[in-house]
T-cell receptor, first 114, second 113 residues
Framework: GAVVSQHPSRVICKSGTSVKIECRSL??????MFWYRQFPKKSLMLMAT?????????EQGVEKDKFLINHASLTLSTLTVTSAHPEDSSFYIC??????????FGDGTRLSIL | QQQVKQSPQSLIVQKGGISIINCAYE??????FPWYQQFPGKGPALLIA?????SEKKEGRFTISFNKSAKQFSLHIMDSQPGDSATYFC????????????FGTGTRLLVSP
């Protein structure tokens, strides 16, 4: 149980385009979803916390206009990287939880901006 | 105060040996301490977790030792296997604030055959 699916697993796009990443909880209703960014050989850095039906809460230093988060349902959250540039290239990971269990993570999205 | 310090940064253990990774925290509001295992190109997977009301928790070859007064906790991997080679992260969270996890810096474990 507690499966979190993230799509796509890898995306390569040109600078200036917007990229959407989906995070789905497959077998539970996720009251809270989290988005992380991870640089090579580094730890996970929390970007934002989102609750279904409300605006995401962003961590200090994370540009909310650059990283748009939508948590439209109890099983789906999306992260849109707007006007992506090479410095946005990274490994983006989502996690989800409900009130009864810990965070379960997706397998991440490797984003490469050319 | 939100930091979780993790050591060592990397660890090489022979097959069959014991791997030990240590973490320390400052925030006394933390009440949940999980360990995650991450393979390259994958998301972290929950390995084992502990709450401060117990001093030790064991699941198979994995044991967490918790010292509340010292604000330290550690992961012990008994009979380490090459398949255990991965990056391990400790983390901590508090009940309030939707249980946001604060991660340690990670330990890259290599178990040699």
């Amino acid at each position: 149980g507690a499966v979190v699916s993230q799509h796509p697993s890898r995306v390569i796009c040109k600078s200036g385009t917007s990229v959407k990443i989906e995070c789905r909880s497959l077998d539970f209703q996720a009251t809270t979803m989290f988005w992380y960014r991870q640089f090579p050989k580094k730890s996970l850095m929390l970007m934002a916390t989102s609750n279904e039906g409300s605006k995401a809460t962003y961590e200090q230093g994370v540009e909310k206009d650059k990283f748009l988060i939508n948590h439209a349902s109890l099983t789906l959250s999306t992260l849109t990287v707007t006007s992506a540039h090479p410095e946005d290239s990274s490994f983006y990971i989502c996690s989800a939880r409900d009130d009864s269990q810990p965070q379960h993570f997706g397998d991440g999205t490797r984003l490469s901006i050319l | 105060q939100q930091q979780v310090k993790q050591s060592p940064q990397s660890l090489i253990v022979q097959k069959g040996g014991i791997s030990i990774i240590n973490c320390a925290y400052e925030n006394t509001a933390f009440d949940y301490f999980p360990w995650y295992q991450q393979f390259p190109g994958k998301g972290p997977a929950l390995l084992i977790a502990i709450r401060p009301d117990v001093s030790e928790k064991k699941e198979g070859r994995f044991t967490i030792s918790f010292n509340k007064s010292a604000k330290q906790f550690s992961l012990h991997i008994m009979d380490s296997q090459p398949g255990d080679s991965a990056t391990y992260f400790c983390a901590a969270s508090a009940e309030i604030g939707f249980q946001k996890l604060v991660f340690g810096t990670g330990t890259r474990l290599l178990v040699s055959p």
